[in-house]
């Protein structure tokens, strides 16, 4: 039964009468706030709205590739960029009221560095860099690149270069080509901010590094020149230079504190085109050496850096007779001249001392120079394949490896365990015989000369990589192989105790120089990890072997732990004793100090009570097998094979070109 209203008391009515009111109150308390949060909300989203804080970004020495009434599009780290225009303030004319307008570039933009500013994405400014200059590189490194009449100058900290030849890309200063003024430098400020890459042309000279006396250092104390002509002295800073004449024959010392060191080089030029200049301080195995060409002289902290700047082609007649007897015949002699044009090309393009100026040093380091006199038939050999260089099928200089002698089988480049080795597919392991180049050179189709490759070539590339097969192949001869009358086709090598300490420290050694080339066993996986001195050699095994048999892995066991010594230099490093003697197959001993001839052999090991105590190694061969066999060249030559052919037959794939004629 529902209670009715009336039967409340007056108590309770009031209270009723309360609480209604109370929330009355509460409700209108809400609505209020409800308002008032709701005007402080919007008013803050009009002030946001009334407040745009912008986003401005500096991209300094931009390549600018096209600019047109929409925007430009830049190159900047590597990548093309398109903006548009943005809106900047401007004051209308007799007012000062401002007004938002569109930016525009005052100036044609295009195929310039420029520093540009983003507001929100739009571009609102453009900064050209409009001072160049050009001129022949003579040096250049991370701080500084150093320009003929200009002297060294800096390289700021945010430069950027670009080749804009050919395809668009980033470049740095050690990308400059040494020599050649094939770059504009941008300046800001007397740094360079910018460099330019604008063409590439055929080079013709090449600035070799000459090594102080026997080759003993980079640097030298000092020089002392003369010359076969009268010759020219110049010296001094770019603004101030000065010259002296002096006379044929007339000897001048230059020290580190000369005074004819007050700008950064000194240049001794002959005053005929047929005059040498003579390095007294100097001694090569003819003597004291005569340079063609121009010699400089550049002061660094650690002593005299002295280039000689050179022809190509006359380089070549002091490299070639240093490479390759000059008695070889004279397509032998060709091949050589070629493949060293092609080494030191690729060096002309990529310099091995930018620092310096040089392009390549005169050592075994990159190629003998100026070490043997000049030779009439070696000489001949240059002038008459005058330019010509060895290329890959993609149109890349080829990397002309050759060395002395093959045991009568190649490698391949993965002997020295480089990232790029895997894709230098024209050097490939190979017989070196009269029937691989039989097979190599047929005319016959395609398919039988596929076939005369399988039967040939793979096979015992292949095959050699076994153990037992490759012990047959090395203690035999095979009278089809073209070095198989050479000295060095087959050898033996002979440690009756191996010195454990100088086989410890060996190991210590191409450690350091290379810490995943040595390997420590630890449980059962390889390691790197420093060598530890053990006291005795339980056993030593060719572990691996790579293309055409050549030792690539090679397991010494200590009483202690198993070290595994990985690509063919290394092995053939650590195994030679520096006292026993080459036994050359003629009957000839040869001294063998530092380096065995070469990693194609098998071992034989002595034992007593679980211990090494001798081991023979039985080989063939001298040098790292890659590329070109110079004595399997000569033999080539001999056969009637043209240079043309024995570099086809070792460069798989490859032409030559002349960089002359293909590059104008």
């Given amino acids: 039964m529902r209670k009715n209203k009336r039967n409340l008391n007056k108590s309770q009515r009031m209270q009723l009468k309360a609480m209604v009111c109370s929330l009355g109150l509460l409700l209108l308390i809400i609505l209020l706030l409800g308002q008032f949060f709701n005007i402080l909300f919007n008013r803050k989203e009009e002030q946001e709205k009334e407040i745009h804080i912008p ?168 020089v002392v020149l003369t010359g076969t002509s009268d010759f020219t002295i110049q010296y001094g800073t770019s603004g101030n230079l000065l010259q002296e004449r002096h006379k044929a024959g007339e000897e001048i010392a230059i020290s580190r504190d000369s005074g004819y060191f007050t700008g950064d080089r000194i240049i001794i030029t002959p005053d005929v085109l047929t005059g040498k200049t003579v390095l007294m301080s100097v001694t090569r195995s003819q003597g004291n050496p005569e340079y063609r060409g121009r010699i400089e002289l550049l002061l660094t902290e650690e002593g005299i850096a002295v280039v000689n700047e050179v022809l190509l082609e006359e380089y070549l007649y002091c ?198 080339l040595v390997l420590t066993l630890d449980g059962e996986e390889y390691i790197s990890k420093p060598i530890e001195k053990f006291e005795k050699i339980q056993d030593i095994y060719i572990a691996k072997r790579g293309a055409g048999g050549v030792a690539d892995e090679l397991h010494i066991v200590t009483e202690k732990t198993t070290y595994k010594v990985i690509t063919e230099h290394n092995i053939r490093y650590v195994l030679n004793n520096g006292e026993s003697k080459i036994l050359r197959q003629d009957g000839s001993e040869v001294d063998c100090p530092t380096i065995l001839p070469s990693a194609f052999f098998i071992i034989t090991v002595g034992r007593e009570k679980d211990n090494v105590v001798g081991y023979t190694l039985s080989g063939g061969g001298f040098g790292h097998g890659v590329g070109m066999s110079q004595n399997g060249a000569k033999q080539m030559a001999k056969s009637g094979y043209t240079a043309n052919d024995i570099l086809l037959f070792f460069y798989d794939d490859c032409l030559v070109k002349n960089v002359y004629e293909d590059t104008q």
């Fill in 55 to 222: 986003v401005i970004e500096l991209h300094s020495n931009v390549w600018i590739m096209e600019a047109d009434e929409d925007g430009i599009l830049v190159y900047r780290d590597g990548n093309e960029e398109a903006y548009p225009y943005g809106m900047i303030s401007d004051t209308l004319e007799d007012s000062d009221a401002a007004v938002e307008v569109q930016y525009m570039p005052s100036e044609d933009v295009r195929e310039q560095i420029a520093d540009i500013v983003l507001t929100d994405g739009a571009v609102t400014d453009i900064q050209i860099k409009t001072e160049k200059i050009n001129g022949k590189i003579l040096s250049a490194d991370d701080s500084f690149v150093e320009v003929e009449g200009y002297g060294k100058l800096p390289l700021a900290p945010d430069y950027k270069g670009y080749r804009i030849y050919r395809t668009l890309a980033m470049c740095q200063s050690r990308d400059l080509l040494i020599g050649y003024d094939f770059a504009d430098l941008v300046l800001e400020d007397g740094e360079i901010c910018g460099l330019l890459m604008v063409k590439e042309q055929s080079m013709e000279y090449i600035r070799v590094l000459l090594k102080s006396a026997d080759y003993a250092g980079l640097l030298h104390e000092q």
């Fill in 319 to 516: 490299v070639v007779p240093s490479e390759m007897p000059a008695s070889y015949p004279d397509e032998a002699l060709k091949a050589q001249a070629i493949c060293a044009r092609t080494y030191a090309y690729g060096h002309m393009l990529r310099a091995g001392y930018p620092e310096y100026g040089a392009h390549v040093d005169d050592s075994t380091s990159y190629q003998v120079y100026n070490n043997i006199l000049e030779q009439e038939s070696t000489t001949t050999a240059v002038k008459e394949t005058y330019g010509q260089l060895l290329y890959t099928c993609d149109g890349f200089l080829a990397g002309t490896y050759y060395y002395s002698t093959s045991c009568g089988v190649g490698s391949d480049a993965n002997v020295w365990k480089t990232e790029e080795a895997g894709a230098i597919n024209y050097l490939s392991a190979k017989g070196i015989n009269h029937s691989a180049m039989q097979a190599k050179l047929t005319t016959e189709t395609a398919a039988q000369t596929e076939e005369a490759a399988q039967a040939t070539e793979k096979p015992l590339s292949e095959h050699l990589q076994d153990e037992k097969e490759f012990e047959d192949f090395i203690t035999s001869k095979n009278a089809d192989d073209f070095e198989v009358a050479e000295g060095w086709y087959r050898w033996t090598y002979q440690v009756k105790k191996p010195d454990v300490e100088r086989i410890c420290s060996l190991l210590q050694k191409r450690y350091e120089a290379n810490q995943k």
